[in-house]
């Protein structure tokens, strides 16, 4: 095994050479060491390289891109209220992941939280729904990406080409991670600049210079609801689910967790800064769009499909339109390189227990202190996955999926902690202790992410391709179905609960179920 060694700053670099018993370095890999693991992973990423994996994976740009075509269809300009909801929302799971991640400073905290809160056999199912759910959102955000590689490229987005440029996207991505930690953290700090520019600047410059539209506008829903019945409090709810997509990624600070220096301060901090600087630059982004996009009529009735670049475009002039374009192409990549990059650490932290089919070789480190092994699997199956986009259908019902099996993550991770606290087996003691403010926003985490999922899994045809078969209406519902019966068949026939049981790292864990 390979001792941790402390690097300089996250985004500006330092001495690689610091001594490896500084104090930090010696607390952080004790603690992975009480908790089961030998630290493996190097500690190059500070307080603000750990919020670059999250803001990255969150990405307000590629958030912003994912709803607010669909968002304004759906409820009109007033969609944009939606996403203030969706944001508090996720800051009351944020209170729960806060006391995990600060008790608890491990990769995977799906998997590893849940096994110290419930038992091995409830966190393998919600390691495994993690990980598929994340598995999926790297082949989406990849398709995603490919239009905008085309755009700048010059060429027509064809659906062969459109598959053939992600599966480049996905090879560079893992190509990049594989350098090690240090690439990653200056490859996401250019990313993060991209993003700054494309949605802090860009963003302020529609909303205070070029609005063309009366603020009144954000409280009117142009007759979208006629899409939900006439309803606008269905058509709302609706943007609601939409609004979802654009604030998840953050578990990505956790994923890093072992690679980040004094991370019981540094990941809940992190988690906190990402999602909220993301939610800020989403709703704000979103509002400028509305106001400053000459035509919001013609979103509504589904005449303009990038609302987003013809607001732009219209602003300042046609010549920004590869600009930004390349911008664009800057944040997509920096979101898939911290996306996959994340689900490759949860997949060895997982594997570490010997709980997956090949676990011996997916927990092998490379001698970069990366686990290459579940990089390549998490690349492999990203590329796979393309297969499905060379179908519109398919496509549709990936990106519905995606954000449904992430929500239940973070409702299975939000009852654990609950049902632990009620139980008096889990009383937070790590550097962040709400008490019963804890408890409280536990319980409102737990209703919340509840309505969000059925809200996310409703089969609703005003979602889906026109005319797009049954199977795509259902697709969450039904993706969800799938995952959690293969599940809980491996659990029944190969039983890696019972390994875990036998291993060191059970050693920490809490009620044995």
């Known amino acids: 095994m390979q001792e941790d060694t402390p690097v300089g700053s996250a985004?500006?670099?330092?001495?690689?050479?610091?001594?490896?018993?500084?104090?930090?370095?010696?607390?952080?890999?004790?603690?992975?060491?009480?908790?089961?693991?030998?630290?493996?992973?190097?500690?190059?990423?500070?307080?603000?390289?750990?919020?670059?994996?999250g803001f990255a994976t969150i990405s307000p740009v590629v958030g912003l891109y994912a709803v607010a075509l669909i968002g304004t269809v759906v409820a009109g300009p007033a969609w944009v209220w939606a996403l203030p909801v969706c944001l508090l929302g996720q800051c009351l799971l944020l209170v729960v992941y806060s006391e995990l991640a600060s008790q608890f400073p491990v990769s995977a905290g799906a998997y590893q939280w849940t096994r110290r809160l419930i038992g091995p056999g409830y966190a393998w199912l919600n390691g495994w729904l993690a990980l598929f759910g994340a598995l999926v959102a790297n082949t989406t955000i990849?398709?995603?990406?490919?239009?905008?590689?085309?755009?700048?490229?010059?060429?027509?987005?064809?659906?062969?080409?459109?598959?053939?440029v992600a599966a480049g996207f996905v090879i560079l991505c893992s190509l990049l991670n594989g350098l090690g930690v240090d690439v990653l953290r200056r490859a996401l700090a250019l990313g993060v600049a991209a993003e700054a520019v494309a949605s802090v600047l860009v963003g302020f410059a529609l909303l205070l210079v070029f609005r063309q539209q009366p603020w009144s506008l954000l409280f009117d829903s142009l007759g979208a609801?006629?899409?939900?019945?006439?309803?606008?409090?269905?058509?709302?709810?609706?943007?609601?689910?939409?609004?979802?997509?654009?604030?998840?990624?953050?578990?990505?600070?956790?994923?890093?967790?072992?690679?980040?220096?004094?991370?019981?301060?540094?990941?809940?901090?992190?988690?906190?800064?990402?999602?909220?600087?993301?939610?800020?630059?989403?709703?704000?982004?979103?509002?400028?769009?509305?106001?400053?996009?000459?035509?919001?009529?013609?979103?509504?009735?589904?005449?303009?499909?990038?609302?987003?670049?013809?607001?732009?475009?219209?602003?300042?002039?046609?010549?920004?339109?590869?600009?930004?374009?390349?911008v664009v192409v800057i944040a997509f990549l920096a979101c898939g390189l911290a996306a996959q990059g994340a689900c490759a650490r949860n997949l060895y932290s997982i594997a570490r227990d010997d709980v997956l089919p090949g676990s011996r070789q997916l927990k092998r480190v490379s001698g970069r202190q990366v686990p290459v092994v579940a990089?390549?699997?998490?690349?492999?199956?990203?590329?796979?996955?393309?297969?499905?986009?060379?179908?519109?259908?398919?496509?549709?019902?990936?990106?519905?999926?995606?954000?449904?099996?992430?929500?239940?993550?973070?409702l299975l991770i939000a009852v654990a902690a609950l049902i632990a606290r009620l139980r008096g087996t889990w009383v937070p003691s790590g550097h962040v202790r709400l008490g019963r403010l804890g408890t409280v926003a536990n319980v409102l985490a737990v209703l919340w992410l509840g309505f969000e999922l059925i809200n996310i899994a409703w089969p609703r045809s005003v979602l889906a391709p026109p005319g797009a078969p049954w199977w795509v209406i259902w697709a969450a519902p039904l993706v969800t179905a799938i995952a959690l019966a293969v599940g809980l068949v491996y659990l029944a026939v190969a039983r890696p609960q019972d390994k875990v049981r036998r291993s060191a790292a059970f050693a920490d864990s809490g009620p044995a179920v």
């Not at 001594?19 to 890999?29: E, R």
């Not at 995603?144 to 080409?161: D, E, F, I, N, Q």
Request: charge should be negative; proline fraction near 6%.
């Open 11 to 53: 985004l500006t670099g330092g001495s690689p050479t610091a001594p490896p018993t500084a104090p930090a370095a010696d607390a952080d890999a004790a603690r992975l060491r009480e908790l089961g693991y030998e630290p493996e992973l190097r500690r190059g990423l500070g307080v603000f390289g750990n919020v670059a994996m």
């Open 225 to 326: 609801q006629s899409l939900s019945g006439g309803s606008f409090t269905t058509a709302f709810v609706t943007a609601v689910a939409i609004g979802g997509w654009a604030f998840i990624g953050f578990d990505a600070c956790v994923a890093t967790a072992e690679e980040t220096r004094d991370a019981a301060r540094h990941v809940p901090r992190a988690v906190w800064i990402a999602l909220l600087s993301v939610g800020a630059m989403v709703i704000v982004g979103a509002v400028a769009t509305e106001l400053a996009h000459p035509d919001p009529a013609a979103v509504v009735a589904g005449k303009d499909a990038d609302p987003v670049s013809t607001a732009v475009a219209a602003s300042f002039g046609s010549w920004s339109a590869k600009p930004f374009a390349v």
């Open 142 to 164: 990849a398709y995603l990406a490919a239009p905008w590689v085309l755009s700048v490229a010059g060429l027509a987005p064809t659906a062969a080409r459109t598959t053939a």
């Open 375 to 410: 990089l390549s699997v998490v690349t492999v199956v990203g590329l796979a996955g393309l297969v499905f986009t060379l179908n519109g259908s398919a496509v549709a019902a990936l990106l519905t999926f995606g954000s449904a099996g992430l929500y239940l993550q973070f």
